[in-house]
């Protein structure tokens, strides 16, 4: 608890002048920008890029058990930077934290982690491949096998992920543009994991299959400062392609779009602003927020024309700067499962 109080105080002079959503649209001054055209080097990549202020390694998983019950699995490890810097022990400018959470159709059980860099609490290594804080840990020999552990007071999992399909790239060649004012960032994906393991529940322990899909992006000033919040969406259909898709939206009630189609064999199609369209059908009443959870979804030059519908509309993530975010069915011209994020719903 002291942890967590003093990394607040840290963070409180940026929150209270926060800029979008989390102070994410705030000038990035002695920072490093996204610039277009950089090659990614890899797995050094895989690893943290400490002179850029906000980094996150995004796992969500779409499980179910032997009789076909749906369960979803986020796990999720931040840096966010202070200045753009390393240092030994306490003086580290890098701040770790992490949210843990299990989706059923009638529960939301949610878990949240602070560390401070420097002192081996948190971090990320790429040979072989590393991430954790804590005891929650995401790590294997290399980047396509993975173990993932976390825990919560009331829940835990333990899952082994195997990548069957290759790294893809969103916008240009992995450079994501954000806004009509090019705040942009480094934006990759491995949706390819096959997963299997093990939910700890309040009422037992549940053998789990399934997919899951992990993001990896850093920036400096993601957002515009009049940008509050998104819808993001990553689904996968039936037919075996995928599609990411997002909103940003803007305080003069306009939203910036962008989506990429991602075949079977991995062959990517980037789509730019208005391509991808998100519409709410229907609210849900969550944590004094309304927010919503019934969603149409269209890319036009896909003929996707889908409805997505929220497991559990209550999944909200009481973290310290919340958010919703949970797994969704997908019905219409494609059938399928995913997830949703929604940010900066007041």
């Given at each position: 608890?002291?942890?967590?109080?003093l990394?607040?105080?840290m963070?409180?002079?940026?929150?209270?002048?926060?800029?979008?959503?989390?102070?994410?649209?705030?000038?990035?001054?002695g920072?490093?920008?996204?610039?277009?055209?950089?090659?990614?080097?890899?797995p050094a990549?895989?690893?943290p890029?400490?002179d850029?202020?906000?980094?996150?390694?995004?796992l969500?998983?779409n499980?179910e058990?032997?009789?076909?019950?749906?369960?979803?699995v986020?796990?999720?490890?931040?840096r966010?930077?202070?200045?753009?810097?390393?240092?030994?022990?306490?003086?580290?400018?890098?701040?770790?934290?992490?949210h843990?959470?299990?989706?059923?159709?009638?529960?939301?059980?949610?878990a949240?982690?602070?560390a401070?860099?420097?002192?081996?609490?948190a971090?990320?290594?790429t040979?072989?491949?590393?991430a954790?804080?804590?005891?929650w840990?995401?790590v294997?020999?290399?980047?396509?096998?993975?173990?993932?552990?976390?825990r919560g007071?009331?829940f835990?999992y333990?899952?082994?992920?195997?990548?069957?399909?290759?790294v893809?790239?969103?916008?240009?060649?992995?450079y994501s543009?954000?806004?009509?004012q090019g705040?942009a960032?480094?934006y990759y994906?491995?949706?390819?994991?096959?997963?299997?393991?093990?939910?700890?529940?309040?009422?037992?322990?549940?053998?789990?299959?399934?997919q899951?899909?992990?993001?990896?992006?850093?920036?400096?000033?993601?957002l515009?400062d009049?940008?509050?919040g998104?819808d993001?969406?990553?689904?996968?259909?039936?037919?075996?392609?995928?599609?990411?898709?997002?909103l940003l939206?803007?305080?003069?009630g306009?939203?910036?779009?962008?989506?990429?189609?991602?075949a079977?064999?991995?062959t990517?199609?980037?789509?730019?602003?208005?391509?991808f369209?998100?519409?709410?059908l229907e609210t849900?009443a969550v944590?004094?927020r309304?927010?919503?959870?019934?969603?149409?979804?269209?890319?036009?030059?896909?003929?996707?024309?889908?409805?997505?519908?929220?497991?559990?509309?209550?999944?909200w993530m009481?973290?310290?700067i919340p958010?919703w975010?949970?797994?969704?069915?997908?019905?219409?011209s494609?059938?399928?499962?995913?997830?949703?994020?929604?940010t900066?719903y007041?």
């Open positions: 608890m002291i942890a967590r109080v990394v607040l105080l963070l409180w002079p940026g929150l209270v002048m926060a800029q979008g959503f989390a102070g994410l649209g705030t000038e990035a001054d920072f490093s920008i996204p610039q277009r055209g950089a090659a990614f080097d890899f990549d895989h690893g890029h400490p850029y202020r906000i980094e996150w390694w995004y969500t998983a499980l058990d032997a009789e076909g019950r749906p369960y979803g986020q796990w999720t490890l931040f966010s930077a202070l200045a753009p810097e390393t240092r030994e022990g306490w003086q580290d400018p890098q701040i770790w934290f992490a843990a959470a299990v989706t059923t159709s009638d529960q939301h059980l949610v949240e982690r602070f401070r860099g420097g002192i081996g609490q971090g990320v290594g040979d072989p491949f590393e954790w804080i804590d005891d840990q995401m294997g020999p290399d980047f396509d096998n993975l173990r993932l552990t976390a007071a009331d835990a333990d899952l082994g992920l195997t990548a069957t399909g290759p893809i790239f969103h916008g240009d060649d992995g543009v954000k806004s009509a705040q960032s480094y994906s491995q949706p390819y994991y096959d997963v299997a393991g093990t939910l700890t529940l309040p009422d037992g322990a549940v053998a789990v299959t399934g899951a899909w992990l993001d990896r992006e850093w920036s400096s000033q993601p515009s009049t940008q509050t998104w993001w969406f990553s689904l996968s259909f039936d037919t075996g392609d995928k599609m990411m898709g997002f939206r803007d305080e003069d306009t939203a910036f779009s962008s989506a990429t189609w991602i079977p064999d991995g990517t199609t980037a789509y730019p602003d208005g391509a369209r998100a519409q709410p849900h944590a004094r309304v927010v919503p959870t019934r969603w149409a979804v269209q890319l036009p030059d896909r003929d996707v024309d889908v409805t997505v519908t929220a497991l559990n509309p209550n999944a009481a973290v310290s958010y975010e949970g797994p969704v069915l997908i019905e219409g494609h059938g399928g499962r995913g997830y949703l994020e929604m900066g007041e």
